[in-house]
């Protein structure tokens, strides 16, 4: 089993580089979401992330 970690500013960013990583020759074992939200000055600063863990299609 290996595992493999994304991190984006916006959700959209995390979707993509999560559909391009499991249309590779992978098994998807399972997918831990998580989003974290700080105050910086006055903006608000978003990170949206994921592990995923999965195993090589023999």
Partial sequence: MKVKIF?????????DSINK??????EVIDIKYQVAISDFTEDQIYCFSALIMYREKE
């Fill in 7 to 15: 991190d984006e500013n916006h959700e959209k960013d995390l979707e």
């Fill in 21 to 26: 990583f499991i249309n590779e020759d992978i």
